[in-house]
């Protein structure tokens, strides 16, 4: 884009990987989506460590078609987010769950 000192009729065009116009106006800021992060363990460690959360009857994970609520309120999710908050506070002090479902101290 070749430089200009007044932009007509306000059309700043910023270049594609962002940042001002020539003129100067910041146009655009590029930004990432967020990812979601690496897991931690498989999701078949995690998901044994969900089922001994739960202390009710029956297996927790198993999919229930008669419940029509959003995912983010059913216990099997609530069950998993709080899993991978206890890997992540295990994680953080140091400590990390094997392959082999073993709870190891971090090199």
Do not use: F, K, Q, W
Request: glycine content about 8%; some cysteine.
């Amino acid at each position: 884009m070749p430089p200009r000192d007044l932009c007509p009729g306000s059309d700043h065009r910023p270049p594609a990987t962002g940042g001002s116009c020539a003129c100067g106006m910041v146009t655009r800021i590029p930004s990432r989506a967020p990812g979601r992060p690496e897991p931690l363990v498989r999701p078949e460690v995690r998901d044994a460590l969900a089922r001994c959360l739960y202390d009710g009857p029956g297996d927790p994970l198993a999919p229930d078609v008669t419940d029509h609520r959003p995912a983010d309120v059913r216990m099997s999710n609530l069950l998993r987010l709080r899993a991978d908050r206890m890997l992540a506070a295990l994680a953080a002090a140091g400590l990390v769950v094997t392959s082999d479902g073993e709870l190891r101290r971090a090199s």
